[in-house]
């Protein structure tokens, strides 16, 4: 049975989600994901703070450095196995949506006090 608790924030200001409600990127649903990117063009946060929640932690991984050893190799592969640049675009795309949804502020629900 499902029990309304309140809500309590992280350290970043979102929602803490249980972990039975916890998923990956990679498991959302097309649709889920697409909502989360549409949501994060406007500004906003996913309206389910599981969803957003999973959003933010492929976010910081998509950007998180990466190491140099091949880099030159890497891409040169990766242009021959896709010489129209579908994978090299990708790579931008995931990006340019990772910093789309890191830039989302948490959004203050009616009645909580603001975060400092």
């Not at 579908?86 to 995931?94: D, H, N, Q, R």
């Not at 990772?98 to 959004?107: F, G, H, K, Q, T």
């Amino acid at each position: 049975m499902y029990r309304c608790t309140p809500v309590v924030n992280g350290d970043d200001g979102f929602p803490v989600v249980p972990k039975y409600r916890q998923r990956t990127w990679e498991g959302l649903r097309w649709s889920e994901q697409r909502a989360v990117l549409r949501a994060a063009r406007r500004g906003d946060s996913h309206p389910d703070p599981a969803i957003a929640k999973v959003a933010r932690g492929w976010a910081h991984a998509v950007l998180a450095p990466r190491t140099h050893s091949r880099g030159v190799l890497r891409v040169l592969v990766s242009l021959v196995e896709d010489p129209f640049g579908g994978t090299l675009g990708g790579m931008f795309a995931e990006r340019r949506a990772a910093r789309r949804i890191l830039a989302v502020r948490p959004s203050q629900e009616a009645g909580q006090p603001p975060t400092p």
